[in-house]
């Protein structure tokens, strides 16, 4: 009888305590309950499924324990040689070089030389930011959680040529963007704020960060075989073995082609810059995993370890979104992250330390999802919420257009925002798509993606409407009915302006070759309009050409060129419609010829509003 009543009450015990509490008290397989004896095998199988697929090649590091247990390469590093992905391959960080960062600043808090909620200008010449909007004081913690208030910046992050980048500090002058919201009030994602960050690290330690993190990171993590300097300047052997790897674009469906650079480099290059091989970020990953009874050898005491892997920051439904700029993942179990995509390399460095357990995928392949974002969750296993109640009932309460924080909101490239804007279009009561991602209810405020990508978006309603949605790294807005309305007309207006003007081009082209015997007198009001129209179609050009250059890497300082071709339209539109109101008066004119000075008076000063209204101008 005994034995039935501890055996009953064993099963009330097991009955009341969650699944994923169970699969992590197995030590004999993960999360997701894949035992360790067989986890090579497994990860090799999965990793098949995309090699080749999604990334020309891959290399994946796994610690257990504080073991690296998982070493593995896959794929070409070297499509066109047919180059084979190695262990001692180098791949790009990108945004995983972040981590650094914080590791550094929680470096300095620990020798009481850095406040997380002292005013970052304490730390930084006077006089250091001109754009600040707002009075409050700008934290490390809000450079954590990217939300100080900066808008995003598309120029002066990536350069052709390593002469291009200048020392931290003048970057960071050349690339200040404007302050947009008050800081502590909404996350989107800054490049801009990590590497004020890794500056503030500079000044205190009046030594490059580059050197900082070389000395008190891979020197006492023993990476050697890892850069962070912009052009690997600290560290000659990963220069080199950089130069053997390539990096990607395409997909399944086109192939894959080569990136157009065989090398770019960042100007803020504590927000994305390190290179190094995956047994390398498995050695800094495993650092922040100490086993029980060691001291990390990043810091004194793992208090501050700790501290830092602490949840400093929330979504608005009170799940974790971030440690001390280490982002947390939502998986079966408590995982700490952070991604990376440079022009054609992609990582995801992820890490458990209730498991003791750490995954690392690095690719060169421009963001690669399925392996880098899928794998996780294959080990980690699914999130699961249990929380069902809410105030959201279907999906369909949550269409509409949604603008990212992250965007820019001044100057010519605010107009890509526009491109970045989603359209939440609900498919039934629990599924919407938006961004071309499919969305499956977790909750009535949560929702995930159903692809490999683990995206999680959070809902926050106000009385009845939505307020904001939250992603990882950026929240999001109902786009504005105005903004909204002027996108449309601009969209209408560019395609009126470019077959009327083309057309109005390939009419008086066409006039010329058939009256060129002829003795005809062009009348003034015409070669005003001709110069009108022929001066629209180069401000189209000038635009696309500038867009292109943007997409390719251009410096602003270099794009200064268009802006000026933009001022000088502006100005010839309104002198040619001038000059052409004046002469309409004084010359006789036919109906047809009216209706052509119309539509290209009308045309132009489109044209010209698009201009004004977007800041191509600046």
């Known amino acids: ?270 927000a994305g810059s390190a290179i190094g091989t995956t047994e390398d970020a498995a050695k800094f990953l495993a650092a922040l995993m100490p086993q029980e009874g060691k001291n990390s050898p990043l810091f004194k005491t793992n208090t501050t370890l700790d501290n830092m892997l602490t949840t400093s920051d929330y979504y608005d439904d009170g799940i974790p979104r971030n440690a001390h700029g280490f982002w947390q993942g939502m998986y079966a179990v408590g995982v700490l992250e952070h991604g990376g995509n440079t022009d054609s390399f992609s990582s995801n460095f992820t890490f458990s330390k209730e498991e003791n357990l750490a995954v690392i995928v690095m690719t060169n392949q421009i963001a690669e999802t399925g392996l880098s974002y899928g794998l996780p969750v294959y080990i980690y296993g699914d999130y699961v919420h249990e929380d069902s109640e809410g105030a959201l009932s279907t999906a369909r309460d949550l269409e509409g257009s949604y603008m990212q924080a992250r965007q820019v909101y001044k100057g010519f490239s605010k107009l890509m925002g526009v491109f970045m804007t989603g359209h939440l279009k609900a498919e039934d009561d629990s599924t919407f798509a938006l961004f071309g991602t499919t969305f499956k209810k977790v909750s009535p ?49 560019t395609v009126i302006s470019v077959l009327y003007l083309f057309g109005s081009l390939i009419a008086m082209t066409v006039n010329s070759i058939r009256n060129r015997k002829k003795s005809i007198t062009t009348l003034p009001t015409k070669k005003w309009i001709i110069l009108l129209n022929v001066a629209g179609i180069m401000a189209l050009f000038n635009v696309a050409i500038l867009a292109y250059r943007t997409l390719y890497y251009a410096s602003y300082a270099s794009l200064k060129i268009h802006f000026w071709i933009n001022y000088t339209y502006l100005a010839m539109v309104a002198i040619c419609i001038t000059t052409i109101a004046i002469q309409w008066k004084k010359a006789p004119s036919s109906k047809l010829q009216n209706i052509n000075y119309i539509l290209s008076c009308m045309v132009g000063f489109l044209l010209a509003t698009l201009i004004i209204g977007w800041e191509l101008y600046k």
């Open 445 to 493: 405020y949560l929702y995930r993606s159903t692809d490999e990508h683990n995206l999680f978006l959070h809902f926050t309603e106000d009385d009845g409407k939505v307020e904001k949605v939250s992603m990882m790294v950026t929240d999001m807005f109902p786009m504005p009915i105005g903004l909204k309305s002027f996108s449309i007309f601009s969209s209408i207006t």
């Open 1 to 270: 009888m005994r034995k039935v009543i501890l055996f009953v009450v064993f099963v009330l015990l097991i009955s009341q305590y969650p699944t994923t509490m169970l699969a992590t008290e197995n030590s004999d397989a993960t999360p997701s309950g894949i035992p360790y004896s067989e986890l090579q095998h497994r990860v090799d199988e999965y990793a098949a499924n995309y090699i080749g697929e999604t990334t020309t090649g891959a290399a994946i590091a796994i610690v257990k324990d504080g073991e690296l247990v998982i070493n593995s390469s896959y794929g070409y590093g070297d499509l066109e040689k047919k180059e084979e992905v190695r262990e001692d391959t180098v791949f790009e960080w990108g945004s995983a070089t972040k981590l650094l960062v914080w590791t550094s600043v929680m470096q300095l808090v620990e020798q009481g030389k850095l406040d997380l909620e002292e005013d970052i200008q304490a730390y930084l010449p006077q006089g250091f930011f001109k754009k600040l909007k707002y009075d409050t004081p700008i934290t490390m913690l809000n450079l954590m959680h990217h939300d100080a208030g900066w808008e995003d910046n598309y120029t002066d992050l990536f350069y052709h040529s390593a002469k291009d980048v200048k020392p931290l500090g003048e970057m960071l002058t050349i690339s200040e963007p404007s302050q947009i919201n008050k800081p502590g009030e909404i996350v989107a994602y800054s490049n801009y704020g990590v590497a004020v960050a890794g500056y503030i690290v500079e000044k205190i330690t009046e030594q490059p960060f580059y050197d900082y993190v070389n000395e008190h990171i891979f020197t006492a993590l023993d990476m050697k075989n890892t850069a962070i300097h912009p052009s690997q300047e600290d560290n000659k052997s990963v220069a080199l073995k950089r130069e053997s790897v390539h990096g990607y674009l395409g997909n399944r469906d086109s192939g894959f082609s080569r990136s157009p650079y065989s090398r770019i480099y960042i100007g803020l290059y504590p």
